[in-house]
């Protein structure tokens, strides 16, 4: 006869698990208390990201999501019963009190919002709004923004197409994947910015707290910080978020160019990244030296991000004020001789999908100043409002720690503080290693940006009479030439350091 008696004890210890209102609730939720993500997420014991990230979709497992779904009954209790008295006690013929949104969402005398005399396109929702806010169109009270109904943050469950405000082009709302609900930043209404203290100094703490728990050995110090430098480098980002105006959403809907077909595919976009050399050098023989870009993804950190959702369209136009990615044809490029090609080491004609930074890269250098090829044509784009700052505070606090390891001879807080940025940008994607924040977008933003740079850095050796070599990556540049009458050498971020030199050709042979 067969036991049964270990399919009981598994069917006795099963549970359902707890159910949890839609992701957009869960969030009003916490917002109507007036409560920050910081604190609910102090006690729950997780990070502000994660709960962002079930704000956005994501749900938690185990026994945290019984203390989450807890914490949501009891804020909707709680939100009723001081409804119901409200409804007791306040006459419904007399007026109360000033109405919410407008207490709550007046604009300060010292934000740079304007006035719009022609409506223009909301960057969150992308109906029409009469004021911008440092230079971007929105509602300044959300209960008027398409992104307020049912939640602020509430996604499309399927693609959606409406007739764009001028011109032919068509904005479609992106098939994002399930349960990864949201938008990629949300608006902080004007007059709602925090006015925070200034950043405690996270990476000085780590280091120290390091040190201390591995009794000084440096590089036993120097693994464990390594090891955790994708969690810090989130904690890093919450804190330096505070006050901005807009904050940082986990998993938004994102366009399906962005997405892998697989898990060991890759998506539609293309970084530009270059693997150029020379194909002909003088005669005779040459010293090259390779040098080494320093930080190359820590400056790429500042660059156009998309700060709305991704809205779809067509036609060859590009709006700066807008950044994502782009379907182009690049143009022939013709000085291969001397020059990598800006759209990076690429066999294949025909259009792809580029970044901003490429896409501003090759509109730049066909400009008159320029003149050196043809305005790439453009097919149609995933764009947002855009803006360099997003993530200014968090470059600044990275390279400020960078800077000060060098100047006091710190190695441990130097690799900490590599591995943070490099991490960072290398996890944004589909990764086992961050799943606090899913930017796949910034992502190849980043990089692009990075190879755009080391682009920039080889046009102005070139205009400085040196002769370029090679271009690899992110941050290596071989030339043959005075090089330090062009660049500083270093270990700034805007300096360069030898990595190595060689010699090529062979000596002239005289007659």
């Known amino acids: 006869m067969t036991d049964f008696g270990a399919i009981d004890a598994l069917l006795a210890g099963a549970k359902k698990e707890v159910p949890l209102p839609p992701a957009g609730e869960r969030r009003a ?60 006690h306040v006459p419904a013929d007399e007026p109360g009190e000033e109405e919410p949104a407008q207490a709550e969402h007046a604009v300060d005398q010292d934000d740079d919002v304007d006035t719009l005399t022609v409506p223009r396109p909301c960057v969150l929702c992308g109906q029409p709004a009469r004021h911008q806010v440092a230079g971007f169109p929105q509602h300044l009270d959300p209960v008027g923004c398409g992104t307020a109904e049912p939640a602020p943050t509430i996604g499309p469950a399927a693609v959606q197409e409406e007739q764009a405000p001028t011109g032919n082009s068509r904005r479609r709302q992106p098939a994002g994947r399930p349960g990864h609900q949201g938008r990629g930043v949300r608006v902080v209404p004007a007059g709602r910015r925090l006015k925070s203290a200034d950043t405690p100094d996270l ?14 050995d440096v590089q036993a110090a120097t693994n464990a910080l390594v090891r955790r430098a994708i969690p810090d480098a989130m904690a890093l980002l919450d804190h330096s978020r505070k006050g901005g105006r807009y904050e940082v959403i ?3 809907w994102l366009p399906e160019v962005l997405h892998k077909p697989s898990s060991r595919g890759a998506d539609q976009i293309w970084e530009a990244r270059p693997k150029w050399a020379r194909p002909e050098l003088p005669p005779g023989e040459h010293e090259v030296t390779a040098l080494d870009i320093n930080g190359a993804y820590l400056s790429a950190l ?68 320029y003149g050196l090829c043809e305005p790439p044509v453009i097919h149609e784009s995933w764009t947002s409002g855009a803006t360099e700052g997003l993530l200014e505070k968090f470059r600044v606090q990275l390279k400020d720690a960078r800077d000060q390891a060098i100047d006091q001879g710190d190695e441990v807080t130097l690799e900490y503080v590599k591995a943070m940025y ?27 940006q990075a190879f755009a740079n080391l682009w920039w850095k080889a046009h102005r050796a070139y205009e400085e009479a040196l002769m370029v070599v090679r271009a690899m990556g992110t941050d290596e540049l071989h030339v043959i030439g005075d090089w330090r009458a062009v660049f500083v ?23």
Not at 44 to 57: D, I
Not at 203 to 216: M, N, P, Q, R, Y
Not at 499 to 505: L, N, Q, R
Request: hydrophobic content about 30%; glycine content about 8%; proline content about 8%.
């Open 250 to 252: 986990a998993h938004p």
């Open 203 to 216: 990476i000085a703490s780590a280091v120290a707290a390091a040190l201390t728990e591995h009794s000084g």
């Open 29 to 88: 939720l916490r917002e109507e208390l007036n409560l920050s993500r910081s604190r609910l997420a102090q006690a729950l014991g997780v990070s502000p990201s994660t709960v962002g990230g079930w704000e956005a979709g994501r749900d938690p497992t185990g026994d945290v999501r019984e203390k989450y779904a807890y914490f949501l009954k009891e804020a909707k209790s709680k939100l009723a019963a001081e409804a119901t008295a409200v409804s007791e």
């Open 422 to 448: 490099s991490k960072f940008v290398s996890t944004l994607g589909e990764s086992n290693y961050n799943r606090e924040l899913y930017r796949t977008d910034w992502m190849h933003l980043i990089r692009s």
């Open 489 to 511: 050498e270093g270990r700034g971020v805007t300096e360069v350091k030898v990595k190595d030199i060689y010699t090529v050709g062979t000596p002239d042979t005289p007659n």
């Open 302 to 369: 500042k660059t156009h991000l998309p700060i709305g959702q991704l809205e779809h369209s067509t036609g060859n136009h590009h709006d700066r004020r807008r950044a994502g990615v782009h379907l182009i044809t690049p143009p022939p490029w013709e000085h291969d001789a001397c020059l990598p090609n800006p759209v990076g080491s690429r066999d294949e004609p025909g259009p792809l999908w580029v970044t901003e930074p490429t896409l501003r890269l090759l509109l730049r250098i066909s400009g008159p100043k």
